[in-house]
């Protein structure tokens, strides 16, 4: 809840992971705008890769040398988003990037990952005036999220992380392990090559 002298733009309280609300008129208009894009996007054809890369540098904050995203990709704005070079994700990401997510170099994200940023007030007066903030996730170079993966707001896994199918990610994960479950759980470190 804004302080009554709070002058910023719900956009400048976002932007500052503080509450903000969703519904503001930029706001919308930024999302729309991000929907647009992202439909477009999901509307090409394995064939249409050139159309595919000029697309993604306008929807995303930035996007490596030969990095692939297999529609459909589903964003909130795009421009949070930061993915390194020689990424793959499958089909059906969903990358709601109200605070920031920065992928690494070489990740391999599998099918119907979410990366969720958002985050909501517990108390139910604040959630019913539809009040929301946001955590940034940062995922390390050469990860692999293993298909249906969620990834929590506020979570960072470092390099040469695997996490299984199906994981639920609500905490910070060490580089060079393999954690699985729900929520997910270091299950064995990797020898660092």
């Not at 499958?90 to 990740?107: P, R, S």
């Amino acid at each position: 809840m804004a302080a009554p002298d709070d002058s910023r733009t719900m956009r400048e309280r976002m932007l500052a992971g503080e509450l903000y609300i969703a519904d503001d008129p930029e706001l919308a208009e930024a999302s729309a705008a991000a929907q647009d894009l992202a439909a477009a996007y999901n509307a090409t054809t394995a064939r249409q890769r050139p159309l595919r890369r000029r697309l993604l540098e306008q929807l995303l904050g930035a996007v490596g040398e030969d990095t692939e995203i297999r529609p459909p990709l589903h964003v909130d704005y795009g421009t949070s988003i930061r993915i390194g070079a020689r990424c793959f994700a499958n089909f059906g990401l969903v990358a709601l990037d109200v605070a920031a997510i920065t992928i690494g170099d070489d990740v391999q994200i599998g099918p119907n990952v979410q990366l969720l940023t958002p985050t909501h007030p517990v108390e139910p007066g604040p959630r019913r005036e539809k009040w929301e903030a946001a955590e940034p996730i940062t995922i390390g170079d050469n990860v692999w999220l293993g298909g249906g993966v969620v990834v929590l707001p506020g979570v960072t896994i470092g390099a040469d992380t695997v996490v299984g199918a199906g994981s639920v990610v609500t905490r910070d994960l060490p580089a060079g392990v393999v954690a699985v479950g729900n929520p997910a759980r270091v299950v064995r470190t990797l020898e660092r090559s």
